[in-house]
């Protein structure tokens, strides 16, 4: 029998790095698949739909909430994000592992809707930090910086509800902490519960033993 995915929600303040230790990641594990939500919100210089976001009106964002085409949606700092359910469900089902990069609204409801799924947070290494990560990203205004400070603060009063938390100092080394929280994952017993059914199945009562 196929084993399912792991489906693993990687969450953070804007400015955690979050992003980058996934790719960080993803360049040694090209097979995992990570999620491509849908945004309101306008591309960044760099961003490219498809890749970094599937970029919508509010209209278009709505119709797909009414067709249950979301795994999860949530209301970011004024604009709507959202996980394409189709890709995920299907990938999941082939066995290959899912990250989902997503605010904290939006774990809690996959967690509610997929109880097996594996949250991560990841923090910056303290406040200070943060700020500094994010004047000098340059890619947001004032404005937009102090809107994401605050909501970093209430993002990290929700940190302890996680599985697991990466303090995200030194990339290679956080990087490495997500490839241990996979590599834990595999090894729960409830998900070997199929490998504990097969290798009792292939118990005889009358083996002889010489
Ligand atoms: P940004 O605008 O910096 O790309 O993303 C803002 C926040 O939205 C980040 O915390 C990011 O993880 C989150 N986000 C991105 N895609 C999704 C999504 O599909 N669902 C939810 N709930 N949050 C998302």
Do not use: W
Not at 91 to 109: N, P
Not at 160 to 189: G, M, P, T
Request: glycine share 8%.
């Amino acid at each position: 029998m196929e084993r399912r995915g792991t489906l693993l929600v990687l969450s953070g303040p804007s400015g955690s790095g979050k992003g980058t230790i996934l790719k960080e990641y993803t360049d040694k594990h090209g097979e995992v698949y990570v999620s491509v939500s849908a945004t309101t919100r306008d591309p960044r210089e760099g961003e490219r739909y498809g890749v970094s976001y599937y970029y919508m009106t509010d209209e278009e964002f709505k119709a797909k909430i009414e067709e249950g085409g979301f795994l999860e949606y949530a209301y970011f700092c004024d604009h709507y994000y959202g996980t394409p359910r189709k890709q995920v469900e299907e990938r999941l089902a082939e066995g290959v592992d899912v990250v989902l990069e997503i605010d904290v609204q939006g774990a809690f409801s996959v967690r509610e809707n997929c109880p097996e799924a594996v949250l991560v947070f990841t923090a910056p290494p303290s406040y200070e930090v943060l700020k500094e990560r994010l004047i000098n990203r340059g890619t947001e205004s004032r404005d937009v910086i102090k809107k994401r400070l605050a909501m970093a603060v209430e993002e990290m009063k929700e940190a302890h509800k996680y599985d697991y938390i990466i303090i995200n100092d030194e990339i290679e080394a956080a990087a490495k902490q997500l490839e241990s929280v996979f590599a834990a994952e595999k090894c729960k017993a409830d998900n070997n519960e199929d490998f504990i059914n097969e290798f009792l199945e292939g118990v005889h009562d009358n083996d002889v033993i010489s």
